[in-house]
């Protein structure tokens, strides 16, 4: 059961990549018709689909990825984006300041090792289930079902890990983040300097304007 919900989020996040690749390069029935291939392709065990051999070698995938290439392969479909400008935004900035200091501190650069609280810490899910509250206070809805998403799936059992950190962030989803804001502030610095309406990265992202269509 547990692997085949990392092979689901995998071949998510296969499909969410090709359906990006392939915007520009085809029509949107024949965009559908090879994502519902590749979805199939992707979900048959080792060694036959593609997703098996990533998780082989890149290991699994978050909760998080998982949700965020959902929203990503809806958009590239109906051509609409449930997850607002701001909200995108803050999800991906909880996430690098998230990454820059779990990373660094779980190799040694402090004496308190942040992957060993994953073990079932009740402390940091308490700390969690709070910030996500705290999240949905301030209307950052994204970050907060992130948060309890990848809470109630590790209550679940439902990845291979057993450790919370691995349902909440990954290094490939933190390098999209990283380069989703990039992009983003690359994107305002042009508007701005066009001196015309304000064209951001999410702007793109949600199918506002003529280029993501």
Not at 21 to 47: G, N, S
Not at 61 to 66: C, E, K, L, P, Y
Request: hydrophobic share 55%; net charge neutral.
């Amino acid at each position: 059961m547990t692997m085949t919900i990392d092979l689901l989020i995998a071949a998510l996040v296969l499909v969410a990549v090709q359906l990006r690749m392939t915007v520009a390069l085809m029509p949107e029935k024949a965009r559908i018709v090879l994502a519902v291939v590749v979805f199939a392709w992707c979900m048959l065990p080792y060694p036959w689909g593609p997703a098996a051999w990533v998780l082989s070698y890149l290991a699994s995938f978050s909760v998080a990825s998982g949700l965020l290439a959902v929203l990503a392969i809806k958009h590239r479909i109906v051509g609409y984006y449930w997850l607002p400008v701001n909200q995108l935004r803050g999800a991906c900035v909880l996430l690098v300041v998230l990454a820059l200091w779990f990373y660094p501190a779980s190799m040694g650069s402090t004496y308190l090792d942040p992957y060993s609280l994953g073990y079932g810490n009740f402390t940091l899910s308490t700390t969690l289930l709070l910030l996500g509250l705290f999240a949905w206070v301030l209307k950052a809805y994204a970050s907060c079902i992130i948060l309890v998403a990848a809470q109630l799936a590790f209550r679940l059992d439902l990845l291979a890990s057993d450790n919370l950190w691995d349902y909440l962030i990954d290094p490939w989803l933190v390098c999209w983040a990283a380069g989703w804001l990039i992009r983003d502030r690359l994107l305002q610095s042009r508007a701005n300097k066009d001196g015309g309406q304000s064209v951001t990265g999410a702007d793109d992202d949600a199918g506002q304007s003529d280029a993501a269509r």
